[in-house]
């Protein structure tokens, strides 16, 4: 089972808009935190934005003012809404969750399998 399932990749336009969205599967105790990463070709992977589950958030420089990132506790999901899409902010997108399974077990980092988008005219 995929711990996390992403949806809303795919080609857009220089200046153009995308929704993310994941998903948390399985039963979780609690989700701390929620994020985003990309790793484009030839390239490391890297963060790109984080959410508590109070909703404070966190962004890298390259986004800041273009993507927000959003979250809803009771589906255990993480949205990432970008606009203003660079020909540079093509990659693999992942999402991320750390959180505990059950009440006193382990803190998991767990992975989505990722959602490529491609930024192009």
């Known amino acids: 089972q995929v711990p996390l399932v992403e949806n809303g990749g795919g080609l857009v336009q220089p200046g153009g808009s995308l929704r993310l969205s994941c998903t948390a599967s399985?039963?979780?105790?609690?989700?701390?935190?929620m994020g985003w990463y990309r790793q484009a070709a030839g390239k490391e992977r890297e963060m790109v934005a984080s959410?508590?589950?109070?909703?404070?958030?966190n962004y890298a420089d390259f986004v800041k003012g273009r993507f927000t990132a959003t979250r809803d506790n009771a589906k255990n999901a993480v949205y990432l809404q970008m606009h203003s899409l660079k020909p540079e902010d093509t990659a693999v997108y992942y999402c991320?969750?750390?959180?505990?399974?059950?009440?006193?077990?382990?803190?998991?980092?767990?992975w989505g399998q990722g959602t490529l988008i491609h930024v192009s005219s």
């Open positions: 991320n969750a750390n959180g505990r399974r059950t009440w006193g077990g382990s803190y998991v980092d767990v």
């Open positions: 959410i508590t589950s109070d909703g404070s958030t």
């Open positions: 399985g039963i979780w105790f609690s989700i701390n935190v």
